[in-house]
């Protein structure tokens, strides 16, 4: 599927998954009605929100400056991000089964990991799950380094790896070439850490990315 193609069909996806859930939020306000009277302030916030995002990541889409990738160890989710002058692409969110998550999304990390199999995984294959999802979800966009860049000089390299903690916290530690920015030349490289609690979610203290 070309990139054009597979944008469109993203943008049907962000308005008609939006649209539904908007549309069954509105049919559960009407049975409510009878009940109610009439919805309350927040049901029709939180519908109007949910117009708005699907309104903004189609608008994001049908740019040329959209950057989009498949996970190809589940159908389920697509990548989506936009393209920064000084960075390349940046990361702005991720469809899990047509929904639409923005990257701080509380749950943004749990839906593509649940996509990926977390539930059903024990803690070694939630480890690679963890492991995956970092490099190829979060980090999509960036230079992930698997092997010593002579560039890295004596830095305390490793490649990517994920370790189990207390409480089925998991640590994926690793490290990525910053992108080369507007005005630096030389290479430059950033270690970087995430960690996850046992239902998938991520856990504060990760580093910036």
Request: charged share 30%.
């Given at each position: 599927?070309?990139?054009?193609?597979?944008?469109?069909?993203?943008?049907?996806?962000?308005?008609?998954?939006?649209?539904?859930?908007?549309?069954?939020?509105?049919?559960?306000?009407?049975?409510?009605?009878?009940?109610?009277?009439?919805?309350?302030?927040?049901?029709?916030?939180?519908?109007?929100?949910?117009?708005?995002?699907?309104?903004k990541v189609a608008s994001r889409l049908e740019t040329e400056d959209g950057c989009?990738?498949?996970?190809?160890?589940?159908?389920?989710?697509?990548?989506?991000?936009?393209?920064?002058?000084?960075?390349?692409?940046?990361?702005?969110?991720?469809?899990?089964?047509?929904?639409?998550?923005?990257?701080?999304?509380?749950a943004f990390s749990k839906n593509a990991l649940v996509a990926l199999g977390w539930?059903?995984?024990?803690?070694?294959?939630?480890?690679?799950?963890?492991?995956?999802?970092?490099?190829?979800?979060?980090?999509?966009?960036?230079?992930?380094?698997?092997?010593?860049?002579?560039?890295?000089?004596?830095?305390?390299?490793?490649?990517?790896?994920?370790?189990?903690?207390?409480?089925?916290?998991?640590?994926?530690?690793l490290w990525i070439q910053t992108p080369p920015g507007m005005m630096r030349s030389?290479?430059?490289?950033?270690?970087?850490?995430?960690?996850?609690?046992?239902?998938?979610?991520?856990?504060?203290?990760?580093?910036?990315?």
């Open positions: 599927m070309s990139k054009d193609i597979l944008k469109h069909a993203l943008v049907i996806f962000a308005l008609s998954g939006f649209l539904a859930s908007c549309t069954n939020a509105q049919s559960v306000s009407n049975r409510d009605q009878t009940k109610n009277e009439s919805p309350s302030n927040a049901e029709l916030i939180k519908s109007d929100e949910k117009l708005e995002a699907a309104r989009v990738k498949r996970l190809k160890e589940s159908v389920k989710v697509i990548i989506i991000g936009s393209f920064r002058t000084d960075v390349g692409c940046h990361l702005d969110g991720v469809f899990v089964d047509s929904q639409y998550f923005e990257r701080d999304d509380t539930e059903k995984a024990n803690q070694a294959e939630r480890e690679k799950l963890a492991k995956l999802w970092v490099e190829k979800g979060l980090l999509a966009f960036s230079t992930v380094i698997y092997t010593k860049d002579k560039d890295l000089n004596d830095r305390n390299f490793q490649p990517p790896v994920a370790d189990s903690g207390g409480n089925g916290e998991i640590k994926v530690t030389a290479k430059d490289f950033q270690r970087l850490e995430f960690r996850f609690a046992i239902d998938g979610n991520m856990m504060p203290g990760n580093s910036k990315f």
